[in-house]
């Protein structure tokens, strides 16, 4: 499975901005990841392909939306409220559609099967 990203971009603080992520086939869960320079990566929200339940990192909840549109296999991260702290290049990342990833493990990256390459979100103040 192939995940493309796209998106990104600069924007000021306040805005929103929304990425897309397309999978080549299928997964039991999407996820967006962001890593800041000299940070590890960290988790932004994931969701369920069924289902639809939604998982959120605690700083963007409120602020962040994850949604799914199944039958284009397409991933959503809509973000409103844009902080400078927002500031990373942004990663995709599947799960097979063979394995299923329990709550609390939505939100490590070695769960992932699949990676999109990063997309580059600046907010500037």
């Known amino acids: 499975v192939q995940l493309q990203a796209s998106g990104g971009g600069l924007v000021q603080t306040g805005d929103s901005l929304r990425l897309s992520c397309t999978a080549s086939g299928r997964t039991s869960m999407m996820a967006w990841f962001r890593q800041a320079p000299g940070k590890e990566r960290d988790f932004v929200a994931a969701?369920?392909?069924?289902?639809?339940?939604?998982f959120y990192e605690d700083s963007v909840k409120g602020r962040f939306t994850i949604a799914a549109d199944n039958a284009e296999n397409t991933v959503y991260l809509l973000m409103n409220s844009l902080k400078s702290e927002d500031t990373a290049v942004y990663y995709c990342?599947?799960?097979?559609?063979?394995?299923?990833?329990?709550?609390?493990?939505?939100?490590?990256?070695?769960?992932?099967?699949?990676w999109g390459q990063g997309t580059q979100v600046t907010v500037s103040s």
């Open positions: 990342a599947a799960v097979s559609p063979s394995r299923r990833v329990i709550n609390t493990a939505v939100s490590m990256p070695r769960m992932y099967d699949y």
């Open positions: 969701i369920r392909r069924a289902g639809g339940a939604t």
